[in-house]
């Protein structure tokens, strides 16, 4: 039996996976190496990282300097509690540096280990300040269809795709849904940013303006398809939860550090939320770190507070020293090597690439911001009907030709084709980049002919 055999023999007897079924686990892919955009299995075959692993690997693969800011910092202090009275260097250093790149009103950083643990935290941020505040009848949180939070139990019940819900109920009580800014499929009369907006809002009447505490929001949905919104979408949101005394929470953990093309996405449109929520990008995926990120408002909040009204929230790991020193190094060396900047100007260049598929029948919609982009299938281009099992004919494809996309399901209902998700590394290289289109049309033929 070779080495990789017995590896995946042990690994159906021991190891749960995310997502688990069997069937679809009978010929795992086993990533062995990483080398900027390039990813290389145990088999020796090469293939383009066309989702930067999770969505995470920023910097791309094989950087030494985070493994030597690592080393270094884990010789010197491994460890180090950061509860109240007690701190360490390096989560000092990289929150002030984080409120330094995110939106003027940014004032601290709590941090977390994960996305879905920064969404938990958030949503305790939120409702503690309503507290403290004196109103803590405001408590709910609406979220959007097609959303992803995260599966901890009340990121999952913010998540707005049933798929995630369905065997895991009941879900947190006081989570809401409202549609989503799909301009792809918006069949409201208003302008789709508008219109989606106003949903949001007819939401939190419904609720009651009194018991909601936020909304929360990622700034270009990822997992649920890579939907960007219409521009129009999220000053209106913003203005709609000022006056109704409700925070805006930004879900960035894909969004932010540089995905989209500026360091945090709301600023595209020139909106700041109350809190962020950040992971993945943060330590570009070499230790799991994340955080919510407190406007100067809700900060003052906790700063304010009376000794028995006091942020009990906290995680053995918040704040850990080597998790934020490689942070600290993977954010310098976005910011020296002008990734943000060139997300911006290679995600269009890979845009108006995906964009030439659009002649092919299966085509019903391409789009994107910055270095994230979707391309939507479709079983009819006229009615629009959902492509529904194609995705993963497409990827068994696209792998044969050397591109690790990732495919969110579709479903009928609510409609949504499956979608194929491309967000490479900020770094990956122009001609490595323009062989995504290429090999992607070439996988669409031989997926369905
Ligand atoms: C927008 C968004 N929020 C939250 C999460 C959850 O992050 P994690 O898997 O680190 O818990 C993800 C993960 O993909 C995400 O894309």
């Known amino acids: 039996m070779d080495g990789t055999t017995e590896l995946l023999e042990a690994d159906r007897r021991y190891l749960v996976h995310p997502l688990h079924h069997p069937d679809d686990?009978?010929?795992?892919l086993v990533v062995v190496e990483g080398k900027g955009a390039m990813l290389r299995d145990a088999d020796g075959r090469e293939y383009i990282d066309g989702l930067s692993g999770l969505w995470n690997v920023n910097?791309?693969?094989?950087?030494?300097?985070?493994?030597?800011?690592?080393?270094?910092?884990?010789?010197?202090?491994?460890f180090a509690s950061a509860y109240t009275g007690a701190t360490n260097e390096p989560a000092v250093r990289l929150a002030e540096k984080i409120v330094g790149l995110a939106y003027p009103s940014s004032a601290a950083v709590y941090f977390t280990t994960a996305g879905a643990e920064s969404n938990e935290s958030a949503f305790k941020f939120a409702r503690y300040y309503w507290k403290v505040k004196d109103q803590p009848q405001k408590?709910?949180?609406?979220?959007?269809?097609?959303?992803?939070?995260?599966?901890?139990?009340?990121?999952?019940?913010?998540?707005?795709?049933?798929?995630?819900?369905?065997?895991?109920?009941?879900?947190?009580?006081?989570?809401?849904?409202?549609?989503?800014?799909?301009?792809?499929?918006?069949s409201g009369d208003e302008e789709p940013g508008i219109g989606a907006a106003d949903a949001v809002e007819r939401a939190i009447l419904t609720e009651g303006p009194d018991t909601v505490a936020a909304v929360i929001a990622e700034p270009v949905m990822g997992a649920g398809g890579v939907i960007a919104p219409p521009a129009s979408y999220f000053p209106r949101l913003r203005e709609i939860c000022h006056r109704h005394d409700v925070l805006l929470i930004a879900d960035e953990v894909i969004t932010g550090f540089g995905r989209t093309g500026s360091w945090f996405a709301l600023g595209h449109w020139g909106v700041e939320p109350d809190l962020v929520s950040f992971a993945k990008g943060v330590t570009s995926g070499y230790l799991p770190l994340g955080g919510v990120i407190a406007s100067k408002q809700v900060h003052q909040a906790i700063e304010s507070a009376p000794a028995d009204r006091r942020f009990m929230h906290a995680a053995t790991y918040s704040g850990h020293p080597v998790c934020c020193a490689v942070g600290l190094r993977n954010v310098e060396i976005i910011e020296s090597e002008g990734l943000v900047e060139r997300a911006a100007v290679m995600g269009q260049r890979m845009l108006a690439g995906l964009d030439e598929l659009r002649d092919l029948p299966m085509v019903g919609d391409v789009r994107g911001l910055g270095m994230m982009c979707g391309v939507e299938l479709v079983a009819d281009r006229?009615?629009?009907?959902?492509?529904?099992?194609?995705?993963?004919?497409?990827?068994?494809?696209?792998?044969?030709?050397?591109?690790?996309?990732?495919?969110?399901?579709?479903?009928?209902?609510?409609?949504?084709?499956?979608?194929?998700?491309?967000?490479?590394?900020?770094?990956?290289?122009?001609?490595?980049?323009?062989?995504?289109?290429?090999?992607?049309?070439?996988?669409?033929?031989?997926?369905?002919?």
């Open 25 to 28: 686990h009978r010929q795992p």
């Open 59 to 78: 910097i791309g693969h094989g950087r030494a300097e985070l493994a030597d800011a690592a080393g270094a910092q884990m010789r010197r202090l491994a």
């Open 139 to 186: 408590t709910k949180i609406i979220s959007r269809i097609h959303a992803y939070h995260g599966v901890t139990m009340a990121a999952m019940s913010a998540t707005g795709m049933e798929s995630y819900r369905k065997m895991f109920g009941p879900l947190v009580p006081g989570f809401v849904q409202a549609p989503a800014p799909y301009a792809y499929r918006w």
């Open 382 to 449: 006229a009615t629009k009907a959902p492509a529904l099992g194609l995705g993963g004919r497409v990827l068994r494809e696209t792998l044969a030709r050397g591109l690790l996309p990732r495919i969110r399901p579709g479903s009928a209902d609510p409609p949504i084709g499956d979608t194929i998700c491309l967000a490479p590394p900020l770094m990956t290289p122009p001609d490595v980049l323009d062989r995504i289109p290429k090999i992607l049309r070439e996988a669409l033929v031989a997926a369905t002919s």
